[in-house]
Each structure stands twice: as structure tokens, then as C-alpha cells.
């Protein structure tokens, strides 16, 4: 690849993109919360926090120079990450905070980047992302997750049209954002029924003395600030009702 093309290439990462209609930004929205809430789509979905959720945990353990041992996803939608350091201090205490509460932050970081209509920086940044959690992955349904993952973030931004991109960039979006919360009331559950011991409020519980129900509620007040202020971000700007001709097809 010559100079010129990594220059395009470079310019059309970094570069902006039309914004979409405003029915493509509702119709995403209204996608990713069928997501969230049919129980069949969101086992397979789920998959998608979880991978937000250990990345969050490995990110953390690294920027406090803990050493990182690798990631495992389970078909079951569970995973763990596995890092070496002082058994309690900061550095611990922040990479279990991680978890939690990297989907939705991650999901409002996706809708600063589309409210600059920066769709396939966000698609690549994306890639990314998988790419360097890839490396650390120690299992094959992990390596399978994550290689798909990025298989089709990849073909959508490398093939699609605009309106393909941008759909399924705010599809994303809507998603993390919306499914931030979700892991939290179903940790609490098992937490209530005794079936979560060693889960991160529980581990938080121990390094700060602070209760894990607190913890609960820390994770579950940044998933609603974010995906208030992501839904923010991603509505349409005008607050007037579309015309009959803006609608596709009319």
C-alpha cells in the first residue's frame, strides 16, 4: 500500500460522515431495545457486554500496572479476566469497578463520536479495540466471539453504504447503552439469591468495607447518567415532528 492510499485510508477513518435520517436513528434505538429485552436475542447479545465487560476489567488492570494474565468468554455469556498485583489497593479496586461500568461508558463514547457524525471512527476504533483484547483471549469460544465480532463490524464498515454504516453504528450505540443496566439488575438477583459470592460488588465489598448492595447501585446510577446522556446525543437535534415527506419512501 503506497502513501496515497494509506493517506485515503486515513482520511476515511478520521473523516465525518452525512449524518443519517432521523428514522434510522429511532428505528436503531427501537432495535437495540428488542435486544435488551426479548430474552432469546439478548442470550446471544449478551455476548457482545460481556466482551465490553472483561475488556473494561483487562484496560483498568494494564493503565494500573497490574499484569495481565489473559481472558476467557464462556458460552454461557460469563467470562474472567485474570490479573496479577497487589491483592487490594487502587489499582484493584478500579479494575473491578471496570467491569460494569465499561458498556455503557463505552456506548456513550460511541454516541460523542456519531454526535460529531464520526461513523467509521467509531466503527474502527471498534476494531480496535477487539484487536488488542484479542491477544490476551486464552480460550476458543473467546477467540470465536471476538473474531466474529469483529468479522462483521469490518465487513460493514469495509462494504456497506452509508446508511448501512450509520445504521448499524447507532444500532451499536443504542445498544450498550441500553444494555448497561440489564447485567446490573440480573447481578443483583443472583447476589439476592446467594448465587453471586465472588461477583465484583461482592469483591468490592471486601477491598473497601464498603456493602455490595452499594456497589450495585454505583453500577447501576453510571448506567442511567450514561445512557441519558448518550440518548442525548444520539436523538435527532430537531424536536419538531418529521413531514410526511421526510418519511423513506415518500
Known sequence: MDTANIG?????????????PWWLVVVAGVLALLAVGHPPTWRIARNVVTIAHEGGHALVALIFGRKLDGIRLHSDTSGVTVS????NGPGMVFTAIAGYTTPPLL?????VLLSADRITLM????????GAMLVMIRNAYGV????GTGAVIFAVSWLGDANVQAGFAYLAA?????????PVIELQRMRSRHQAPRSDADQLAHLTGVPGLAWVGVFALIALVSLLAGAS?????????????????I
Open 233 to 249: 446525543l444520539l436523538f435527532p437535534e430537531t424536536t419538531s415532528l418529521p413531514q410526511l415527506s421526510d418519511l423513506p419512501g
Open 144 to 147: 470465536f466471539t471476538v473474531v
Open 84 to 87: 496479577r498485583g497487589k491483592p
Open 174 to 182: 443504542w445498544f450498550l447503552l441500553l444494555a448497561g443496566t440489564r
Open 123 to 130: 466503527l474502527w476504533a471498534s476494531l480496535a479495540l477487539l
Open 8 to 20: 485515503d485510508l486515513w482520511g476515511r477513518v478520521t473523516g465525518t460522515q452525512p449524518a443519517p
Open 107 to 111: 456506548g456513550l463514547g460511541f454516541a
